[in-house]
């Protein structure tokens, strides 16, 4: 068990280009999150998924923001027309179904995003 | 309304003295979770430790204790004879039952510096 990671570590773009980030999970678990952490800031939820399927997704997360979960095992967060304000750390949480109450989220070490 | 009150934005203690880091949080539920996590300057968040809301004893780790009181809705740690290595962000975070424990929410953090 390697834990989870993402990729890339960091990410420089320019105001208007896309950009992906990757996060591969722990292999045995079903739940992937992304949470979104600004400088200062605790990590805020943008999204979720059990297997394969997209179940929730906040208010933060905009048109401009897609993720996908395709096999059920690694997701791409994907930002379309970056903005100066898209700059965080885009952080990749795994665990079991989160609903038995005691699960935790184990988390990657991010994907640190600066819009030029 | 924020669910989760880290009041202490930054810390500064000296090698071995104690300190406690403050967390209260907000919530209609009965049934809910709390946890801590610590975030070093690598980045990745660390779970230190999770406490349901029909356990209020409270909990010691080695230098680590944790305080949960339920009738001031607050899941204080306590780190005795502070090390540089505890030098990190670490985040009260809450998971609650009306949510179907779906997601974890996270206060705003509270950097602790220890000066050697």
């Known amino acids: 068990d390697t834990g989870v990671s993402q990729d890339p570590r960091h990410k420089i773009t320019k105001r208007g280009q896309n950009v992906t980030f990757r996060c591969d999970p722990i292999s045995e678990h079903n739940r992937l999150y992304w949470y979104r952490q600004t400088l200062g800031q605790g990590p805020e939820f943008l999204t979720y998924?059990?297997?394969?399927?997209?179940?929730?997704k906040s208010r933060l997360l905009s048109d401009r923001f897609s993720a996908e979960r395709p096999k059920g095992s690694f997701s791409t967060l994907e930002i379309q027309r970056t903005e100066q304000g898209d700059s965080a750390m885009y952080l990749c949480?795994?665990?079991?179904?989160?609903?038995?109450?005691?699960?935790?989220?184990?988390f990657g070490a991010g994907s640190r995003l600066t819009v030029l | 309304a924020q669910k989760v009150t880290q009041a202490q934005t930054e810390i500064s203690v000296v090698e071995k003295e104690d300190v406690t880091l403050d967390c209260v949080y907000e919530?209609?539920?009965?049934?809910?979770?709390l946890f801590w996590y610590k975030q070093p300057p690598s980045g990745e968040l660390v779970f230190l430790i999770r406490r349901n809301s029909f356990d209020e004893q409270n909990e010691i780790s080695g230098r680590y204790s944790w305080n949960f009181q339920k009738s001031t809705s607050s899941f204080n740690f306590t780190i005795t004879a502070s090390q540089v290595v505890d030098s990190a962000v670490y985040f009260c975070a809450l998971k609650e039952y009306s949510g179907g424990y779906q997601k974890v929410t996270f206060g705003t953090g509270t950097k602790l510096q220890v000066i050697p």
């Open positions: 919530t209609r539920d009965t049934t809910y979770y």
């Open positions: 949480a795994s665990t079991w179904d989160l609903s038995s109450g005691a699960n935790v989220l184990t």
């Open positions: 998924f059990q297997n394969e399927a997209q179940l929730e």
